[in-house]
């Protein structure tokens, strides 16, 4: 806001310079210019236009005869003077003189259209400037916004993968599954923590990388048939830690196993099996 004002101050610089502020807003004005060096400075500049504005028309110089004339008048008796100036027609450098007086006035009132249109359009590209920056520091506080709220969704994932784990882990109802690495990934292991109520941990280490188009693919071992709990892919050192809930109706598991299956998954295990482990 005080820069706006300021521009307001600035955009009474002309009319200082021409004289045209009177009464308070000349007082206002003036106790401004004694604060402020710009404003000081603006209106030194135009006062020098102004001044410059009455030379840039042809100045006339009056007839000789003018002299003789106005000391003859100034001699004679007053009523006789009343008289000669009442029937004397007006001289024409007279006429001419109030043509360049009208020249003048017009040429003045131009230079103050001038002088506001200069102020007004420097105001407006100051108004512009000012539009354009206030729009790239709301660009700028939006995408900031966007950046916390990506990072606050990824903070209450975060946690809430947390207090999954924390629930599994605490679980009165938890079973543990030590997995071992199968001929297809002799080096691999793996550990699951498993609860009815809760869900399913799960992590492993140096499994093999997946070929093109395939995954690995988590089975809870039943009495009955495999149920998938899930999908995994491991980082490029051959490690996953993942959590999943139980699929409804998943009878109690003997048993966790992995295998590698096309890229999708398949209701049953098809391919080789690279991680196996009984409940405990």
């Known amino acids: 806001m005080a820069d706006l004002d300021h521009d307001a101050w600035r955009d009474e610089a002309g009319l200082y310079a021409l004289g045209t502020l009177a009464g308070k807003e000349r007082e206002a004005f003036e106790a401004h210019l004694a604060t402020c060096a710009e404003c000081a400075a603006e209106v030194r500049a135009l006062e020098g236009v102004v001044t410059a504005l009455p030379h840039s028309v042809p100045q006339v110089d009056p007839p000789a005869a003018l002299r003789a004339r106005v000391l003859a008048a100034a001699g ?45 359009g420097a105001y407006a590209l100051n108004l512009r400037e000012r539009i354009g920056g206030l ?35 605490t679980s009165p109802d938890l079973k543990q599954v030590s997995l071992k690495g ?75 196993a992995v295998s590698i299956e096309p890229e999708g998954g398949v209701p049953a295990p098809t391919g080789a099996i690279y991680l196996a482990g009984l409940t405990q």
């Open 182 to 256: 199968q001929p297809a990934a002799p080096s691999a292991a793996g550990r699951a923590f498993w609860s009815r109520s809760n869900g399913l941990l799960f992590a492993a280490n140096e499994l093999p990388p997946l070929p093109a188009g395939r995954t690995y693919q988590l089975w809870f071992l039943t009495p009955g048939a495999p149920v998938s709990a899930g999908l995994i892919k491991p980082d490029q050192n051959g490690r996953i830690a993942a959590a999943f809930d139980t699929p409804p109706g998943t009878p109690d598991p003997t048993g966790i």
């Open 76 to 120: 004679a008796p007053q009523a006789s003077s009343r008289a000669t100036v009442a029937q004397m027609p007006a001289p024409a450098h007279l006429s001419v003189n109030r043509t360049h007086l009208s020249v003048n006035a017009a040429w003045l009132a131009a230079a103050a259209l001038l002088l506001l249109s200069v102020g007004l």
């Open 135 to 169: 729009e790239g520091q709301l660009s700028n506080a939006v995408s900031r916004l966007d950046l916390t709220e990506q990072r606050l969704a990824e903070a209450t994932r975060a946690a809430e993968r947390a207090q999954m784990r924390m629930a599994v882990l």
